[in-house]
């Protein structure tokens, strides 16, 4: 079974940076695609970053987070972290991990999923 679950999220001010972690356990990574999404309220669930699990150079970022964010993961713990830095208001989301065996920029498409931590930017 399929777990994802994510810590680290928080209040930060504006310009501030935080840490995300995603512990994924009960399937091979290996084979999947990690993805991070974000959802601010009233909004879309949105792509932020995502890379297959054996190609991490070949990572993706949302156009609203390249150069702030940094996607990474550790091999032998099998987890996942997305590094915000200059983090700005509209940041503010409810950040979720997910993964799937295919990469879509829809978050519909992904079958997998964290239950979320919430990122607050405010000064």
Do not use: H
């Not at 079974?1 to 972690?21: H, M, N, T, W």
């Not at 970022?61 to 390249?66: L, M, N, T």
């Amino acid at each position: 079974q399929v777990q994802l679950v994510e810590s680290g999220g928080g209040l930060v001010q504006p310009g501030g940076s935080l840490r995300l972690s995603c512990a994924a356990s009960g399937f091979v990574v290996d084979y999947f695609v990690i993805g991070w999404f974000r959802q601010a309220p009233g909004k879309d669930r949105i792509l932020v970053a995502a890379f297959p699990w054996t190609g991490i150079t070949r990572t993706v970022y949302a156009d609203s987070v390249k150069d702030r964010f940094v996607m990474s993961r550790d091999f032998v713990k099998r987890e996942v972290y997305l590094e915000m830095n200059n983090l700005k208001i509209e940041d503010t989301a409810v950040y979720f991990c997910a993964a799937d065996q295919s990469f879509s920029n829809s978050s519909s498409a992904w079958r997998n999923w964290g239950q979320g931590t919430q990122v607050t930017v405010s000064s």
